[in-house]
C-alpha cells in the first residue's frame, strides 16, 4: 500500500477502535510483506498480537487458494484468541486500480463479557441449584402438542379462533404488523 493510504486506513483503525470501544479490535495489514503485515492495530488486547506480526492463517490460506479475490469483504467468520476465547471476525478486502488485494482491515469482536453478563444474569433469575431442587417436571403429562391440546381447551379455542379470523383477513401471524397484533 501506499504511505497516503496507509495513512487513511491507519486513521480509520484508530477511529473505529475508539467507536466500537474495547471489545474491538481492529487491525490493518499491509500485503507487501506477510510476515510483517500487521502494520496498525487499535484495542490490540484481544489478541495480544504487536505491531509486525504476520498476517494470520486464516487469510493466507485465502490469499493462497485465491478464494477471496472475486469478494470486497468477509463477514462473521470465528477464531479463537490465545486464552482459548471465541472471537468473531470480518474483513475488508483492500484492493488496488488492478483489483488486487494489497491489504486487509479487520475488525475483531470479542463477545466474551456479554456472554459473562448474561451467564449471570440468568442464574439470578434461575439458579441452578434452586431448579434442581424446588422444580419437578412431569414430562408423561405433555408428550405431544395433541395431548396438551386436548388437556387445555382454552388454548385450543384461542389457536382455532386467531386462525379463524387471519384466514378471513388473509394475513399471516408471522407478517402482523404491531397494530394488526394489537
Do not use: W
Not at 23 to 34: G, K
Amino acid at each position: 500500500m501506499d504511505t497516503q493510504m496507509i495513512k487513511q486506513y491507519t486513521i480509520l483503525a484508530d477511529f473505529l477502535g475508539k467507536t466500537l470501544g474495547p471489545d474491538y479490535e481492529i487491525s490493518l495489514y499491509d500485503l507487501s510483506d506477510t510476515n510483517t503485515a500487521l502494520i496498525a492495530i487499535a484495542n490490540g488486547h484481544i489478541t495480544g498480537r504487536p505491531l509486525g506480526s504476520p498476517l494470520p492463517m486464516i487469510l493466507l490460506h485465502e490469499l493462497a487458494d485465491k478464494s477471496i479475490e472475486s469478494m470486497d469483504y468477509r463477514l462473521n467468520y470465528s477464531g479463537t484468541s490465545i486464552g482459548n476465547k471465541t472471537l468473531r471476525t470480518s474483513s475488508l478486502y483492500i484492493k488496488d486500480d488492478k483489483k488486487e488485494i494489497i491489504g486487509v482491515l479487520s475488525i475483531t469482536f470479542d463477545d466474551s463479557r456479554y456472554q459473562d453478563i448474561t451467564d449471570r444474569i440468568l442464574k439470578l433469575c434461575h439458579p441452578d441449584a434452586f431448579i434442581d431442587t424446588n422444580f419437578i417436571v412431569n414430562t408423561e403429562s405433555f408428550e405431544t402438542k395433541e395431548s396438551f391440546l386436548s388437556e387445555n381447551n382454552n388454548y385450543r379455542t384461542t389457536e382455532e379462533t386467531l386462525n379463524k379470523i387471519l384466514a378471513e383477513k388473509g394475513l399471516q401471524a408471522d407478517r402482523l404488523t404491531p397494530v394488526e397484533k394489537l
